[in-house]
């Protein structure tokens, strides 16, 4: 019986543990609704894409784990919300065609907050969103504009 419950354990870790799939821009979830959600990421296994470090005088430290997302907007506006924060928290928003953007070329915003709310973007322009949350799992929630089904 324990060695069932051992196999058991054993086959579910690696998926319990596994690192989320959109942990590099090359990765990045493409966001297809407005609002859409993205339940319970696991940013106590997501790595670090490196290459973001602080950048133009901001305080957000892009060398820890996270998440990222991308969207073609529709319109000018987005509000982006971390769920359920804990630990050091940053959003940070690029501008950028292709996944080899670096961030003091693309950075538009930095929010070392738990949210962050823009209001200039670009109709048809593509962007990337990088979202950190070091203290656990959380959801991660996109709004406030008309995002395209990709």
């Known amino acids: 019986m324990r060695t069932l419950l051992l196999l058991a354990a054993l086959a579910v870790a690696p998926s319990a543990f596994a690192q989320p799939s959109n942990d590099t821009p090359a990765t990045a979830t493409v966001v297809t609704t407005d609002p859409f959600t993205d339940t319970n990421v696991s940013f106590t296994t997501a790595t670090d894409a490196g290459g973001y470090p602080n950048s133009n005088g901001t305080n957000c430290d892009g060398s820890l784990p996270e998440v ?42 930095c929010s070392t907050r738990t949210s962050a709310t823009l209001n200039t973007l670009t ?28």
């Open 68 to 109: 990222f997302y991308t969207f073609v907007a529709q319109g000018t506006n987005l509000t982006i919300t971390i769920g359920s924060p804990s630990g050091t928290s940053y959003i940070q928003v690029f501008e950028s065609e292709d996944t080899s953007f670096t961030q003091g070329e693309a950075l538009l915003v």
């Open 123 to 150: 109709a048809g322009r593509r962007y990337y969103v990088l979202v950190l949350n070091t203290g656990g799992d959380s959801d991660v929630t996109f709004g406030n504009t008309t995002l395209p089904v990709e």
